[in-house]
Every structure is written in C-alpha cells, then in structure tokens.
C-alpha cells in the first residue's frame, strides 16, 4: 500500500483509506462484531487513514474506532474525525466554545488526548469566509487538542478557499468518475499548497460497485432511499447527486472498458488515488471482505499492472455522454 504525506504534519497516511459513516448510521444496521472486522481488515491490509465523524451514529463510529486502536497501541493509523453537523447549520452555531465542546466529545469517544486530525463537516461557505474561527482552530491545535485541522466540502467553490488558509491541512472532496469537476481547478490548487486531498464518495455510494440495477432497493433508514432528492441534506451526498438510473447506466458502459479480473471498483478507486493532488481515498466498508478488496484497489497503483490511462480516457468520455451536462455546473 502506498504511504502518502498527510500535507505538511510530517505524517504518512494510505493512498486507500477508511470512511466509517457506515459503522455509524444511514446505511442500514451493521453490528458492532462487523464494525470491529472491518475495522480490522483494513488496518491488516495497510490502511493507515480512518476517516469518521461525531455525527456516525452520534458518537457510535469514534467509539468504535477508539476501542479498536485501545487493543492495537502501535497501530500507526491516524484517525481523522470532523465536526459541526450536530447543530443547525448556521454562521452563528459556529463558535470557539463549540469547537471546544465537540472537540472534547470526540476526544471522549475515541479515548485519545489529542485527536490527529479534525475536519469542518461541510460547514455553510460563511464558516469558511470566517477569519476568527480558523484562529479558533489553531488555539484548538496550539493548546494539544488536536493535532491539525481540515475542511470537508460540498463545492469547489468551497475547496479552493478552504485550500487558501495556510492552516488548512486537508480538504475533503467528492471525487469519483462521476464527479470530475475537482480535477479542473481543486486538485491542481491544493498540491500547489500542499493541502492534502481526501477523495469521498468514491464509489457514488455503491453506483460503481457495478452491482445495482434499476430494480435495486436500499432499506428505509438508508440514505440512499430517504436523500435521493435533498431531503435530509445536500443531494450530492447521494449517489454524488447522479440520477439513479442515469448512474446506472454509465457504470454498465465503464465496466465494458475493463479487462478480465479487474472490477469496476478496484478500478473507480485506484483511478481516483492516481489523480495528480489525491492524498488518499477513502470508500466505506461494511463487511471485512469489502474492505479488504477496497485495499486491494491500492495493488493496481503499481507500474504494469493496469492501464490507468485507457481507464481515465473511459472515465472521461462516459461521463461526457452521461453526466457532465447535469453534475458538472454544480457542486
């Protein structure tokens, strides 16, 4: 598995990572045993970087995670929670006392001193704009609490102002074949800056695992079932905002380009990491054996072993002929 430099702390994170809102909640029940062996087949497969938030299963994710890594003291995995959904999304809910607050919660959950990395969970453009609470931030990081600090964005807009704080470790992004727009200005502009970039979504939630169908349905505490249009936060979030059907059928046509033992997600994935400005990509897991092919993904990074830019002209032309006029303009 590659090691990547997590922006300028000096740390190395894998170029495939872990999100764990799975572990946490909206998308159908996985018990703790499973959460646990997911956990755990990802760090056995050189996943240094699990990426959670408060909000998975309000808390239910960090805990999980910190009494993972409390049985592995030398694990080498740097855990990167993110704060601020758990109030309405207002300028005003964000406030030094806040930060404060969330960031001892977190540091409850996961049984740490210091959190490694902390995020602004898609926080509204006015938080970014707000010169006081990125001093916050580095008061947060110049008293020990936490170790750095990054942002987690819905638009590009956002990112690259995100990108523009010299505090700013870390921006996290939609990034996947049906999701381009980050590759015309956001990842040049952070590997100029050295911020690191997280790939999410990566999979369009579950889109480009190449197992759905028009006929497919998800459980009704599944985010894919209940924010298809928006309704409980930014439809981007969900399936990145594509139609279903529409998605459907430009996963079939890219799965057609690939070779004989190479899936359309280990592709999806190890073409994201491969972008120039990419830090690390981090798909959810439900299952260990999930988790473990997501790793696998990281193998195909290697010289000779997959014609990555046969891939990318797929990627590309698919996405022009289905998605580009409807996605592209936005987010």
């Known amino acids: 598995m590659q090691q990547r430099p997590l922006g300028r702390t000096g740390r190395l994170v894998s170029a495939i990572g872990l999100g764990t809102w799975q572990l946490g909640a909206d998308w159908g029940a996985v018990d703790e045993n499973d959460a646990l062996a997911v956990l755990a087949a990802s760090a056995d497969a050189g996943v240094t970087l699990f990426d959670t938030a408060d909000v998975y299963g309000d808390g239910r994710s960090e805990k999980l995670i910190g009494r993972f890594l409390a049985e592995r003291p030398d694990h080498g995995i740097t855990v990167a929670t993110k704060m601020g959904r758990r109030v309405d999304q207002l300028r005003e809910n964000y406030t030094e006392e806040a930060f404060r607050g969330w960031t001892e919660r977190s540091r409850e959950n996961l049984g740490v001193e210091t959190l490694d990395l902390v995020q602004l969970h898609c926080p509204p453009t006015e938080v970014i ?36 704080r010299p505090g700013v470790t870390n921006v996290q992004i939609i990034v996947n074949p049906f999701r381009l727009k980050p590759l015309d200005e956001v990842l040049p502009a952070a590997a100029a800056a050295e911020v690191a970039i997280f790939a999410r979504v990566p999979l369009a939630s579950g889109l480009l695992s190449g197992k759905y169908t028009t006929a497919t349905t998800f459980a009704s505490d599944d985010h894919r079932s209940y924010n298809r249009h928006g309704e409980a936060f930014d439809r981007g979030e969900t399936f990145s ?19 004989d033992g190479v899936s359309l997600p280990a592709a999806s994935l190890a073409w994201i990491a491969a ?49 580009r006029e409807a996605i592209h303009p936005l987010w």
Do not use: K, M
Request: charged share 20%; with cysteine.
């Open 129 to 164: 704009a707000a010169d006081d609470l990125f001093d916050a931030l580095d008061r947060l990081v110049e008293d020990g609490l936490i170790g750095a600090y990054g942002v987690s964005v819905e638009t590009c807009e956002q990112a690259l102002a995100a990108i523009a």
């Open 275 to 323: 972008q120039p400005g990419v830090t690390s990509v981090i798909p959810g897991a439900r299952t260990p054996q999930q988790a473990e092919a997501n790793a696998a993904a990281g193998a195909l990074l290697e010289p000779g072993s997959f014609d990555l830019d046969s891939f990318d002209a797929a990627v590309h032309a698919v996405y022009d002929r289905h998605l």
């Open 241 to 259: 905002g594509v139609d279903f059907e529409a998605g459907i059928a430009a996963a079939s046509e890219l799965a057609t380009t690939l070779p």
